[in-house]
């Protein structure tokens, strides 16, 4: 294996982008995602290893008990940062103004 990289927002447009480009890469990716863990499913006939982790950032005891427990496991060499924070679309006339 090449490189261990950790990237959250795993399943995102652009990070399922960056998976493309490195499938037939021996790397082991470690994919944070929240939903539609199904798209990392794509990669599992290629050389690139996919560690699928289900991790919501909003739950800062569980997101600290993840990277504890994935820093012991893996040595990380690299972190991509695709994660977003939640959207709700709202309408203006609707939002209350404090």
């Known amino acids: 294996m090449n490189n261990t990289i950790l990237v959250t ?9 960056f ?13 944070f995602y929240r939903n539609n863990k199904e798209k990392l499913e794509l990669f599992k006939n ?14 800062i005891d569980n997101l600290s008990e993840i990277m504890e427990s994935v820093s012991k496991e893996y040595q ?10 939640g959207v709700k679309n709202e309408r203006f006339h609707k939002i209350s103004v404090r």
Request: proline fraction near 2%; include cysteine.
């Open 19 to 31: 998976l493309n480009k490195i499938k037939n890469e021996n790397n082991i990716v470690l994919a």
């Open 9 to 17: 927002g795993a399943t995102s447009d652009i990070a399922l982008e």
């Open 76 to 85: 990380i060499d690299m972190v991509l940062h695709f994660a977003a924070a």
């Open 46 to 59: 290629d050389k690139i290893k996919i560690v699928p982790i289900y991790c919501d950032f909003n739950n």
